[in-house]
């Protein structure tokens, strides 16, 4: 129960990830400044102000310290935001191209029957009226297709037929990270990897596990989880893969976060596509999925904080 409560505690959507990202880089400056101050304070000044020359250095790196993520944090928004936009863009495009060139081909196919039907008004306007009806269903297939793939502009890989889309699985029968036992003070879990839509190959991917700490209520790193798909390794259309991991117990919890990152390639070796997901194992309840946007940037921040990609 205590578990749930923390969770919640961190969970709060009220707040944007700015906020968190500004208050964990806050509270890590203010605590570096108390930890410091029998060195940047010198009591026996009469100023006010008693920081010495290593304290206003100190204060100023400080500072940056916090005003930092928070800039990185909108630029990589706003570049996000420009790619998103230029998807759709290129979507758009598209549609309008089809649709342009279904009015031309019906176009064409009109003066064809009217060359063959001559004068013949009712038997043209029934051909005609086949057409339009042929023509409508088209069209709104090619509605419907185009804005899904909008929709769904985040994974704008799935446009092309046989293109492969690597990820852990979410299938209910063979959870994709599942959790296995606990013993010698180790959690032991499974992760399971698939290759959907077609065959993929060529893997560079990097895995990082994040916990919530059940007594402190916060995140804590747990480093590198190993990767056991490599460069020489390839997988079929619909393909999986698994291995298992160990996490410690050192921090007691109950929510486990694995950061999947990194590029592979189809097995044709003609194109290369990328994965940037962050799962969730809930032990307790052995359950899994995938994180919401508040708690994706603090994982983020917390495994950037340790690892240089």
């Known amino acids: 129960m205590a578990e749930r409560g923390y969770f919640w505690l961190f969970n709060l959507t009220m707040f944007t990830p700015v906020f968190w990202i500004t208050a964990t880089a806050f509270a890590t400056a203010t605590a570096g400044i108390i930890a ?128 492969p889309i690597l ?20 959690n032991h879990y499974r992760i399971n990897f698939v290759s959907f839509d077609g065959g993929s190959c060529c893997y560079k991917l990097k895995i990082s596990g994040v916990v919530l700490d059940s007594t402190l209520g916060q995140l804590t790193y747990k480093g590198p989880i190993k990767n056991m798909l490599d460069e020489t390794d390839n997988l079929a259309k619909y393909e999986s893969t698994a291995w298992a991991f160990m996490i410690n117990n050192t921090h007691p919890y109950d929510w486990l976060y694995v950061w999947v990152r990194g590029t592979y390639g189809d097995r044709d070796g003609t194109h290369n596509y990328h994965i940037d997901q962050v799962y969730y194992n809930r032990k307790g309840a052995n359950t899994f999925g995938t994180v919401g946007t508040s708690i994706r940037s603090n994982v983020l921040y917390l495994v950037h904080r340790f690892e240089k990609d």
């Not at 009015?103 to 064809?112: E, G």
């Not at 699985?169 to 036992?181: P, Q, V």
Request: proline content about 3%; charged content about 30%; hydrophobic content about 40%.
């Open 167 to 186: 990820k852990v699985s979410d299938d209910a029968t063979d959870k994709g990270l599942r959790f296995i036992k606990f013993e010698d003070n180790v």
């Open 36 to 163: 410091a101050i029998p060195v940047i304070w010198e009591p026996t000044k009469k100023t006010w102000i008693k920081f010495n020359l290593r304290g206003y250095i100190f204060i100023a790196c400080s500072i940056l310290l916090v005003i930092l993520p928070v800039a990185l944090f909108v630029i990589q928004s706003r570049s996000d935001k420009e790619e998103r936009d230029t998807r759709d863009a290129a979507l758009r495009k598209d549609y309008l191209a089809s649709v342009a060139k279904q009015q031309q081909d019906y176009r064409a196919s009109v003066m064809q029957i009217r060359k063959d039907f001559g004068d013949s008004n009712y038997r043209t306007e029934v051909v005609i009226g086949q057409i339009l009806s042929i023509q409508r269903d088209s069209l709104d297939i090619a509605n419907k297709r185009i804005i899904k793939l909008m929709h769904d502009s985040g994974n704008i890989k799935t446009v092309l037929p046989d293109q």
